[in-house]
């Protein structure tokens, strides 16, 4: 029997870091955790979704924004939202080998033996690209989301893990899904999680 392995993918916004992930998952048949972990925080703390949403993933939060005061109470909502995503992350990897898209995985599953961080990017031309060709968006919009959401995530991933989503000390692979698209990106990183976990 295969032992269990789990795969983190941390992402820059544009980089088509989610559909790449869930490829991945079609083609080892694996199971893929991404916005499913914010609706299952949302239940556990009895929390509107978008309310986890937007503290998790909004550059407009108190903690990102230091126009405002740090002690008006969302970083303990934060907190909060942080542990229970920590308990599902764990918990998920411990049901069975899987994909955990974001939500600073690749730090809370850190201990585990069997694991894959991946790191995928792109030049920002191919980014605001992707988003006004794929995403439906304005030129203007993807610019201003694509500067807001790095910046959040950015800022979220050194509170809780310490390091930048991007350093390569804690990064297995890092890739630029630019260079070869979804499908080729998606080939690279099958082929080398088989070869790391001996699969068939």
């Known amino acids: ?28 048949g694996i199971e893929y955790y991404d916005r499913d972990i914010v609706d299952w925080t949302a239940k556990s703390l009895n929390l509107p979704v978008s309310t986890v949403s937007d503290v998790e993933e909004s550059a407009k939060s108190v903690f990102f924004n230091m ?14 939202i942080f542990a229970s995503q920590q308990k599902i992350i764990t918990d998920l990897a411990d049901k069975g080998s899987c994909i955990i898209v974001g939500r600073c ?27 006004v060709e794929r995403l439906n968006m304005q030129p203007a919009e993807a610019k201003k989301m694509i500067m807001d959401v790095d910046k959040a995530r950015e800022s979220y991933h050194r509170h809780y893990c310490g390091y930048s989503m991007s350093d390569k000390d804690y990064k297995h692979v890092m890739i630029d899904s630019s260079l070869l698209g979804v499908d080729g990106t998606c080939e690279v990183l099958v082929d080398i999680i088989k070869k790391r976990f001996n699969l068939k």
């Open 67 to 80: 126009s405002y005061p740090l002690g008006m109470g969302t970083t303990a909502v934060q907190d909060t």
């Open 1 to 28: 029997m295969e032992e269990k392995y789990v795969v983190t993918v941390a992402r820059q916004f544009g980089s088509l870091g989610r559909p790449i992930a869930r490829k991945v998952s079609e083609r080892l």
């Open 105 to 131: 995985s690749d730090h809370i599953l850190k201990d585990r033996k069997n694991i894959i961080n991946v790191f995928i990017y792109a030049p920002y031309d191919a980014r605001h690209r992707n988003c």
